[in-house]
């Protein structure tokens, strides 16, 4: 089992930046991702990091604003959000699959993830 808790959400206006922590308990997962979700829209996948940190995956919409990354030692995952926009405006999850290792390939996508923290509220105002 993991256990996820993410903080570090809160308010900005456009254009502003936040950093948003995951603390992450039980084993250490190989594979672990941010999703978010807006009221009314599907859960969206923004990001996946492998459990060496080489290796990131990215949807288009945060591709060059958002940055995923691990500290290992720590068992914390992190996104970095610069450049935010009001579409920006979600709960973000973070996401750990099932197992300690893994292949490479399979974490270059947004399925399969087994564990998800409670969700920390990100509102981006125009």
């Known amino acids: 089992q993991v256990q996820l808790v993410e903080s570090g959400g809160g308010s900005v206006q456009a254009g502003g930046s936040l950093r948003l922590s995951c603390e992450a308990s039980g084993y250490t997962s190989y594979c672990m991702a941010w999703f978010r979700q807006s009221p009314g829209k599907e859960r969206e996948g923004l990001t996946t990091i492998y459990t060496d940190g080489g290796s990131t995956y990215y949807a288009n919409s945060v591709k060059g604003r958002f940055t995923i990354s691990r500290d290992t030692a720590k068992n914390t995952l992190y996104l970095q959000m610069n450049s935010l926009k009001p579409e920006d405006t979600a709960t973000y999850y973070c996401?750990?699959?099932?197992?300690?290792?893994?292949?490479?390939?399979?974490?270059?996508?947004?399925?399969?993830?087994?564990?998800w923290g409670q969700g920390t509220q990100v509102n981006v105002s125009s």
């Open positions: 996401a750990a699959r099932s197992g300690s290792q893994g292949p490479r390939w399979a974490c270059q996508t947004f399925l399969g993830f087994a564990f």
